[in-house]
């Protein structure tokens, strides 16, 4: 079954502890996506990748790291969380320009 | 700078009540303008995309149109299961993808 898939799921910690966010996706596209989602702001881009070893910055890049070492993982990365990051994020991926197929998303909380 | 801006924020029908949500964008070089489906608790699901001004694509009860500035999704005799929240987005130029912060769509039985 072609999916993304995220992982964990759910996630509460403490502000300063860094964590990572694994998103994988079965499908052999080129472009994967990370975004965050807040009540009344949408959906906003935070890193995206055109392929292996190409990321660039969305629109909420800071305090955030992305790395594409493998075409299917694009790990999102925060070395020192703090509350304002606390939020919904999902990963998503897609051919090149064109639809784009999302994780179930991660709900984080930051203490 | 890449904008989107959907409207209305929420909008509630009645089951057969037929209506239109509208895009309105600015991006430097339109490589398309898709739209999503979000239910509760769970990651947008794709229904179209639209590449040039002029073009439709229809899928159910739902078509959506573009036009240079806007598109609108046209919701035809809705059911309750057509309740949720519509996202519009583009990507420009630089690959990079915009959302609007959506549509939240109510529809009563």
């Known amino acids: 079954e072609a999916q993304v898939t995220q992982n964990p799921r759910y996630l509460i910690t403490v502000t300063g502890k860094k964590l990572t966010v694994t998103c994988s996706q079965n499908?052999?596209?080129?472009?994967m996506s990370w975004y965050r989602q807040d009540p009344g702001l949408g959906l906003r881009q935070i890193y995206y990748?055109?392929?292996?070893?190409?990321?660039d910055k969305g629109d909420v890049p800071e305090g955030y790291k992305v790395s594409r070492k493998e075409k299917r993982n694009f790990p999102l990365i925060l070395e020192s969380p703090s509350p304002n990051q606390t939020s919904l994020y999902f990963c998503?991926?897609?051919?090149?320009?064109?639809?784009?197929?999302f994780g179930p998303g991660t709900r984080l909380t930051v203490l | 700078e890449d904008q989107v801006t959907q409207s209305p924020e929420a909008l509630r029908l009645q089951e057969g009540e037929s209506s239109s949500l509208n895009c309105s964008y600015t991006?430097?070089?339109?490589?398309?303008l898709f739209w999503y489906r979000q239910d509760p608790g769970k990651g947008p699901e794709f229904l179209f995309t639209?590449?040039?001004a002029g073009e439709e694509k229809e899928k159910e009860r739902l078509k959506a149109t573009l036009t240079k500035k806007e598109s609108f999704l046209h919701i035809t005799a809705p059911k309750p299961e057509d309740s949720a929240t519509y996202l519009c987005?583009?990507?420009?130029?630089?690959?990079?993808?915009?959302f609007g912060a959506g549509t939240r769509l109510f529809v009563k039985a």
């Open positions: 998503a991926s897609s051919l090149s320009i064109g639809e784009q197929f």
């Open positions: 499908m052999n596209h080129e472009y």
């Open positions: 990748s055109m392929n292996v070893e190409v990321t």
């Open positions: 991006v430097s070089g339109l490589r398309g």
């Open positions: 639209l590449y040039s």
């Open positions: 987005a583009v990507q420009g130029g630089g690959f990079k993808t915009i």
